[in-house]
Nanobody, 137 residues
Framework: EVQLVESGGDSVQPGGSLRLSCSVS????????MGWVRQRPDKQLEFVSG????????WYRNDVKGRFTISRDNSKNMVYLQMDNLKPEDIATYYC??????????????????????????????WGTGTQVTVGS
């Protein structure tokens, strides 16, 4: 059984940092395109960041470039999202997702903004249950 388990969500002040972790079991994460997807309050799912198979390329939505860093530790079957300089607009539930099956490559989301970052749950085969990130004074 495939399981993705996120952790690391918390409440921080603006400008603070968090590191989200995604523990993968049931398959080899390095064989899969992995992603972080978020859902802000009363909003749809939106792409945040993705990483290619193996040590691969990384992709980010435009407004997190330079602030967020996705990485993977293949020896531990883990994927991470380092989030720095957090802003109130980053408040959301963050999901780890695996095995991209959308129309076109996952890289299509690189540099996206606004509605272009929206994606459907069906575009990834596997999902975690999410971890909450709150930013505020």
């Amino acid at each position: 059984e495939v399981q993705l388990v996120e952790s690391g969500g918390d409440s921080v002040q603006p400008g603070g940092s968090l590191r989200l972790s995604c523990s993968v079991s049931g398959f080899t994460s390095s064989d899969s395109q992995m992603g972080w997807v978020r859902q802000r309050p009363d909003k749809q799912l939106e792409f945040v960041s993705g990483i290619e198979r193996g040590a691969g390329r990384q992709w980010y939505r435009n407004d997190v470039k330079g602030r967020f860093t996705i990485s993977r530790d293949n020896s531990k079957n883990m994927v991470y999202l380092q989030m720095d300089n957090l802003k109130p607009e980053d408040i959301a539930t963050y999901y780890c997702a695996a095995d991209f099956r959308g129309d076109g490559p996952l890289a299509k989301y690189h540099g996206c903004s606004g509605h272009v970052c929206l994606l459907l749950r069906s575009e990834f085969r596997y999902w975690g249950t999410g971890t909450q990130v709150t930013v505020g004074s």
